[in-house]
């Protein structure tokens, strides 16, 4: 059982950053590929970035390519999501999970544990 707590979230002015973070409990993190997701008001969750187990993989959504980042610290059992040049269309809820995969994989139905999510909120 992985338990997964985001943080990081807040109210930002379009332009601004915001670095995510997402941290697993339990002592097998480095056995999980992790994801980061998110799911605007009235739309479907889609996939934003994800990476390896040993991070050295990584993937991206197209629409957030150049402005996201996934890093993780195994070490520390957290990943992370670096954001710059946010967006209004970036206001979403930001979940983190774990996939028992060895690749970065960007299909939420490969994950397994989900945390509840970090809401960040991107201003005109």
């Known amino acids: 059982q992985v338990q997964l707590v985001e943080s990081g979230g807040g109210l930002v002015q379009a332009g601004g950053s915001l670095k995510l973070s997402c941290e697993a409990s339990?002592?097998?993190?480095?056995?999980?590929?992790m994801g980061w997701f998110r799911q605007a008001p009235g739309k479907e969750r889609e996939p934003v970035a994800a990476i390896s187990r040993s991070g050295a993989g990584t993937d991206y959504a197209d629409s957030v390519k150049g402005r996201f980042t996934i890093s993780r610290n195994n070490a520390k059992n957290t990943v992370y999501l670096q954001i710059i040049s946010l967006k209004p269309e970036d206001t979403a809820v930001y979940y983190c999970?774990?996939?028992?995969?060895?690749?970065?994989?960007?299909?939420?139905?490969?994950?397994?544990?989900w945390g509840q999510g970090t809401q960040v909120t991107v201003s005109s």
């Open positions: 339990g002592r097998t993190f480095s056995s999980y590929a």
């Open positions: 999970a774990a996939s028992r995969r060895l690749l970065a994989t960007m299909s939420p139905d490969e994950y397994d544990y």
